[in-house]
């Protein structure tokens, strides 16, 4: 099987779908920004505060370049693993990607219940980052194969549209 990668801002389910759907297909499930932890012993918060937002998009993209020699995976990237030169083209000539979005309102609940550390949203105005970094990564996330909404559908549902798009791919 070729590799599926979820794109899409944080927050709006990769890692959850991501999860189901290796499952679901018998696949590997790989997470960039878990790998990147586990690479360097730091957490992202830790990486951009010690080094850099840029160190951490290095270190992202090495992770990317690792996983696309595979097959047979359900890869969660991170939000802004798109922003780099060449990730996203990577990453549609060695699988199949799938944008999951939200709209601003359901990423910020659910970004600030899942209680995890957001070294991108430690501003004064969360609501308003989240707005401009859609805005920003909008011309990467809608060049994906099939986009997914999230908002009002569960999880569970969300990892069927995809099996769906997949089956038919």
């Known amino acids: 099987m070729k590799n599926i990668y979820l794109i899409g801002f944080m927050g709006t389910g990769k890692s959850t779908v991501g999860r189901m759907l290796a499952e679901d297909l018998g696949a590997n499930f790989v997470d ?7 690479k360097t012993g730091k957490t992202i918060s830790d990486i951009f505060e010690e080094s850099s937002e840029e160190e951490f998009r290095r270190l992202e993209t090495d992770v990317l370049r690792e996983i696309t020699d595979k097959d047979n995976l359900v890869v969660s990237t991170g939000g802004g693993i798109v922003v780099t030169r060449g990730n996203l083209e990577l990453m549609k000539e060695t699988g199949i990607v799938i944008t ?9 609940d659910r970004v600030m219940a899942d209680g995890s550390n957001r070294p991108l949203l430690e501003v004064d105005e969360p609501f308003e980052e989240i707005k401009k970094l859609l805005f920003d990564r909008a011309s990467f996330y809608i060049n994906a194969h099939h986009i997914v909404e999230t908002s009002d559908i569960s999880a569970r549902e969300a990892a069927n549209q995809i099996l769906d798009l997949v089956k038919e791919a």
């Not at 960039?32 to 586990?38: A, N």
């Not at 979005?101 to 910020?108: E, F, G, L, W, Y």
């Open 32 to 38: 960039t920004d878990k790998m990147v932890e586990g």
């Open 100 to 108: 999951l979005i939200a709209d601003v309102q359901t990423i910020m």
